[in-house]
């Protein structure tokens, strides 16, 4: 979504501005000390100015202070566009903020408010510096979800930060509980209003009158001090003379918005006709520039006109002689205090004061009612022209012409390039405004409407909805570009069926739609084999599988699209992992991590390239390289709001963090890919993250929990899609109950299909397992080789230790018998210490070898050279080396005959 960045500057200071040091110093006092800054008080009570002003005086006076500031108004009570503002106004204080919680907006459904508020604290509380967070007009704010989110920021909120509030009215925030606590500075309408001496400072010296103490007393008496009501009765004065301006303030009568509307009569009424027309005419703007102004008034005669002057009104007060454009009108009512706000240092953008604008909308309504909808349409069209799609679409439906509504619609979304989570919510909204009449004859509307049904999770009603949009262009072939559409839709369609294990059904979706594919958009030809190598992973044909993803990065690069290559090549790298070719998915990944930069900088598809990776470097236990590698992944994903394939990223965290003995962030990582994958409603995705989770369970030795969920899978019934992960879960759930009759039965039964298909990773655990499940030693130790048989040449460890205790017992029997003893030895190495073993008779050594170091002086012994090492473990030449000297630093050796020499003295090696 694109931010309207104005709303995150802190607006200047005013220059009527009257000092107020007694209020400066209550906020300033509660700074340090307290949590919340909250000013309540009634519309036009100089809020905003009194922020203004403290956080002028604390950057003079503290320049280790950040300052965060957004301007909240009523169409940010959507909580995708409050948390996305939110996140950019603390990122305009650190870039580093906030990477974590736009990656949380990606999903589907609500916001989920608690992880998107830790991750801001955690994010705000790594920051050695104070941060003042304003959140302004905060009563525009109703939403439930914002109030709850802003609510557990103030429970959690890290010291250094501070959260100031204004409002007309008292949010739902735990006020009471931080009021009891001495954690909120408040500032009221009576601490607000102006006393007598500020009351006469304001009118005399700020708006240039000659009162007397008498009047300023009586004005100060009849408004009691209500700022804006003083401004607008200073205005209605300035022009007068001594007897009509003691005339009006002996009529002066009544408080706040009783007399607003009568103040404003006068202030309008004093205006100039052509002034007057202006403010009525940009009224229906919410922010201001000349050349905006120029468009609403229709300031240009005809298209290609010369700018035609306007004849300046005599008494309307002009610096020198120049025409009333818009940008001097703007200049004028500023420097006039008429109720103009600015809203950026070069004074390019203003706004009206909010009580202004909504009494001038309410004349121009009343007095000019048909002139508004022109007004409207004049604002979206500049708006379009500026690039500026949101805004355009806002003044589009303002107009109530449905037709004209639908078409900006339509070109603001075929116009954005990528959309974000944000967006989607905002897309959304701007269909549920049309009517079914105005979409139906737009072609491309009602295929982004499916996109955004599918997105939001209502894949039942977005698929008829592409079946209803597919049957109107077969019957509407001229429909221009109706060949390009068919063909997306066909393929929309086949797209969502891969998601949902629709395998079938994909396929024969993505025949028909060989007959509408235009040969020269190379996108809409590379997401065929793409979304097919989809369907064939899903159905475990990775051959086919394989091909379709070689063809569709082909395509990319041909076109020059490295960019959409990328991922279909982190495809095929997940296709090369499936089939047991670990070497191959990792030169596969580094191609792709190749062309996943741009000008010497990862983009964001090198994210993907970081999830495969990661997977590939855990199975060689290089854990920490590839805890790295997943962590950036999910950082640069994270931070361009992309998501990570349904929670994949996070079952794998889990692993990795199991694995280095993280049982509590195991746990939370497991949890979190669960939330991700059942957010998206797919049975499929939502049955994976289960089965990684039953697979924790059984690590960290909770075996009700994974028995649990073993019953639940045994109710499933048959799917189209592959299920070998879950299946081979249950096989280790079985085992842990110790009811290995029935596991070697399912996996006699399991292995001839991936055998078949060449799922080498799935046939490499399932001879573990039957190793493990097998009474009979001979078959066992059978089994068990063809494991290290298929697991050698690929460096597959993580899965013979993700085995457990009864695998490295396997292992120690078949290294008596000979059985690939080098192999079996590093494997051994890599387990480490038995369970109850002494470490000190395992490795009598003042500082114990680590794993990776065991795993090389195994392979010293084997006589392979540093470069041998490093291919067979995967790691760099100095890597190796740096692990060669600490084990000679270890050992008191110099070389690594004396090493292996002392190794098997010391018993760290077998003897030969």
Known sequence: MALLTTKLYVPPARPEWVPRPHLIERLSAGLDARKLTLVSAPAGSGKTSLIIAWLSELRLARSDLALAWLSLDDKDNDPLRFFAYLVAALQSVDPRLGGEALHLLERTGPPPVEPLVTSLINGLAGRPSPVILVLDDYHAIDDLIIHEAVGLLLERQPP?????????HDPPLPLSRLRGRGQMTEIRQGDLRFTLEETASFLNRSMGLQLTPAEVATLEERTEGWITGLQLAALSMQGRDRENVARFIAGFTGRYHFILEYLADEVLQRQPPALQEFLLQTSILERLSGSLCDQVRAYHEAEGSDRVPVTPVPDFPMPGTRSLTSESLLEHLEAANLFVVPLDDERRWYRYHHLFAELLRARLQETQPELVPVLHRRAADWHEQAGLAIEAVHHALATRDMAFAAASIERAILRTATWSRVDTALIQNWLNALPAEAVEPRPWLRLFLSRIQYVSGQREL??????SLEKWLQDHPTTPEAKRLLNLTVVDRASYAVVLGHVQQAKELLGQSLAHAPQDDPISRFRKPAILGMAHLRAGEVSEA?????????????AGLNFAAVPFLCSLAEVEFTQGRLRQAMQTCERAGQLAVVEGKPSTAAGFVGLEMSKVLYEWN???????HLLEGLELLSESGISESFGSGHTVLAQIRQALGDEEGARRAAQQAVQIAQQENVPRIAGLTLAYQARLWLAQGQLALAARWADDYRQQGETEYLREFEDLTLVRVLLAQGNAADALARLDQYLAAPRAAGRGNAVIEIYILRALATPDPGKAMEALGQALHLGEPEGYVRQFLDAGEPARRLLQQAAVRGIAPGYTARLLAAFGPAPGARRAAAQ???????????????????DLSNREIGRRLFISLPTVKSHTRNIYDKLGVHDREEAVARGRALNILPTQ
Request: charged share 20%; net charge negative; no cysteine.
């Open 622 to 628: 290089d854990l920490g390289a590839a805890e790295r």
């Open 462 to 467: 977005a698929g008829q909805t592409l079946q």
């Open 546 to 558: 394989h091909r379709a993803f070689s063809e569709a990065s082909e395509i990319a690069l041909a």
């Open 844 to 862: 009598p050594l003042v500082e114990p070898l680590s794993a990776r170091e065991l795993e090389v002086l195994h392979l010293l012994a084997e």
């Open 160 to 168: 250094q930060v501070h959260l100031a509030i204004t409002t007309r």
